[in-house]
C-alpha cells in the first residue's frame, strides 16, 4: 500500500520520496512534515507556508530556522 511504501521512504531517510507518496494519499499534513524534514529550501518553504495557514506555531518556527541556518 501507499502508506507502506511512504513508512519505508521514511525509515529509509528518504523524506523527498515519503513526501511524494503523502502527496499521492492526499495527507496535506503527513506532506508537510516530510517536506520540513528534506531540508531542501523549496520543501522547507512550502512547509513554512502550510504551518502558517493552519497556524501551527511550533513548525512554523522549525521551517524559519532552518531556512535560516540555509541562507
Known sequence: TPWLEAAEAVAAGNWVRAAEIYEQCGSTL???????????????????????AIGAARYEREAEAQLAAIA
Request: charge should be positive; proline fraction near 0%.
Open 30 to 52: 503527513s506532506v508537510a512534515f516530510a517536506r520540513l524534514q528534506t531540508g531542501r529550501d523549496t520543501d522547507v518553504r512550502a512547509a513554512l507556508d502550510f504551518y502558517r
